[in-house]
């Protein structure tokens, strides 16, 4: 499974952005997907995750009511919505394919990772 996130860039805060993750296989629709990020000097931290079936999702108590995380699995891609950014959001984003078909907060549930896509928040 290769993975492709797209869709970071510079914003204002309080602006927003619509992160995407491309899947290239069908096998995409029977794992859970997450997105993760680290900043600079900091460890990678888990920002949201979703179910295979896109019934379930977990958010990080630091973006909760700000981002969602939803699906589409006929197109193999999981995207990230991001409002209201703040600039401790900014960081390298990282999707990612769970072993299983339910999210997980912890990174090793997941072993397959796409390249990060940066975002930068101003103030």
């Known amino acids: 499974v290769q993975l492709q996130a797209s869709g970071g860039g510079l914003v204002q805060a309080g602006g927003s952005l619509r992160l995407s993750c491309a899947a290239s296989?069908?096998?995409?629709?029977?794992?859970?997907m997450g997105w993760f990020r680290q900043a600079p000097g900091k460890e990678r931290e888990f920002v949201a995750a979703?179910?295979?079936?896109?019934?379930?999702?977990q958010y990080a108590d630091s973006v909760k009511g700000r981002f969602t995380i939803f699906r589409d699995n006929a197109k193999n891609t999981v995207y990230l919505q991001m409002n209201s950014l703040k600039p401790e959001d900014a960081a390298v984003y990282y999707c990612?394919?769970?072993?299983?078909?339910?999210?997980?907060?912890?990174?090793?549930?997941?072993?397959?990772w796409g390249q990060g896509t940066l975002v930068t928040v101003s103030s």
């Open positions: 296989r069908r096998t995409f629709s029977n794992n859970a």
């Open positions: 990612a394919a769970a072993r299983g078909s339910s999210g997980s907060y912890y990174y090793k549930d997941y072993n397959y």
């Open positions: 979703i179910s295979w079936s896109g019934s379930s999702t």
